[in-house]
């Protein structure tokens, strides 16, 4: 009995393995594809402040919606590009099409605001990162403020030094840089002066429990004092409820973007929430 149903077990563990398995190669051989056959498109998470609660800009979002497997969460195939290396050329289609979104509401007479992009480690470690984006800002004739990079606190581990120069080279540009998901990685605190960021995104996982939790209250009100005292902004990410975003602006926090501010939209969308800033008395002068 015993024998039998480990041999079952033991049947429906490969059975698993060599699904996950499967649906693996088939993410990793189809991204190339993707981007050509225009499966990859970007949503636009809002982000507003928290004094006046004014829209202050977008995180861009990638996704993917496969043939077969459906829409696929960049969680699972950003990892397998960043494997394979393809994470250079995803990535600078994804900075390309949020410039391109931005300059197109510019032309359309909207509010022009910050849009932040996810810049993966390997991205940023690849050499020819900064002439890449600073002809790709030139192209779109943005102000280069417009643009902020989103990286993690990866970036800094194998080689700090080295994240240093880079990311200085990236200030010089005149783009912003925000530290991603602050408080779950291995930031020496040493660093983080030296790196010249606009911002630290404290991360969901310390907002999710935040009213309950007095651990997760410290590490939050931490994090917004060591910002202030660095001359740093803060925003917090996945707020989804009103009584987490009075009390994170009580706390002093910055900005904040979640499910109960709003949820990733589709261009479109982000560009009608945008007309909807405008003020009427401006609109038509
Ligand atoms: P992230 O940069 O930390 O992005 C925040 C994630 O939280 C997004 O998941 C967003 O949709 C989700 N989120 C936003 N508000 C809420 C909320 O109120 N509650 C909860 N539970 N979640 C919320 P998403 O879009 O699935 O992206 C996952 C991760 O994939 C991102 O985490 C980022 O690390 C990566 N990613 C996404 N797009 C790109 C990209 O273009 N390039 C790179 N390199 N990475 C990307
Ligand atoms: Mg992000
Ligand atoms: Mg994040
Ligand atoms: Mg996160």
């Known amino acids: ?85 393809f994470i ?11 410039l391109q979104q931005q300059a197109s509401w ?70 912003q840089l925000a530290l991603d998901d602050f408080g779950t990685g291995y930031s020496s605190l040493s660093y983080l002066k030296r790196f010249r960021l606009a911002r630290l995104k404290i991360d969901q996982g310390f907002v999710r429990d935040l009213l309950d939790d007095e651990e997760d209250r410290a590490i939050v009100g931490a994090i917004i004092s060591l910002a202030r005292n660095l001359g740093l902004q803060t925003i917090a990410e996945g707020v989804e409820h009103a009584s987490q975003l009075a009390l994170l602006r009580q706390m002093g926090c910055d900005q904040a973007q979640g499910y109960h501010l709003g949820r990733p939209l589709e261009a479109e969308q982000a560009g009608a929430l945008l007309a909807s800033q405008v003020p009427v008395a401006e609109s038509s002068g």
């Not at 077990?9 to 088939?26: H, V």
């Not at 996810?118 to 417009?146: K, M, Y």
């Not at 990079?149 to 030094?161: A, H, I, K, Q, R």
């Open 1 to 85: 009995q015993a024998k039998e149903a480990g041999r079952n077990g033991y049947r429906f563990f490969t059975a698993e393995m060599q699904r996950r398995y499967s649906r693996m190669l088939l993410l990793e051989n189809g991204l190339r594809q993707a981007m050509e056959r225009q499966q990859l498109r970007l949503l636009y998470q809002p982000q507003f402040s928290l004094d006046e609660g004014r829209l202050i800009g977008f995180e861009a979002l990638l996704r993917w919606q496969h043939p077969e497997l459906g829409m696929v969460s960049p969680a699972e195939f950003i990892p397998l590009a960043e494997k394979n290396g």
């Open 88 to 98: 250079v050329p995803l990535g600078e289609w994804v900075l390309a099409s949020a």
């Open 106 to 175: 510019r032309r359309q007479g909207l509010p022009v605001v910050r849009v932040g992009v996810n810049v993966s480690a390997v991205q940023f470690h690849h050499p020819g990162l900064c002439e890449r984006i600073q002809a790709q800002l030139a192209d779109s004739g943005l102000p280069p403020a417009l643009l902020e990079l989103e990286l993690t606190e990866s970036v800094m581990m194998d080689n700090p030094e080295r994240a240093v120069e880079v990311m200085g080279q990236l200030h010089r540009l005149g783009l």
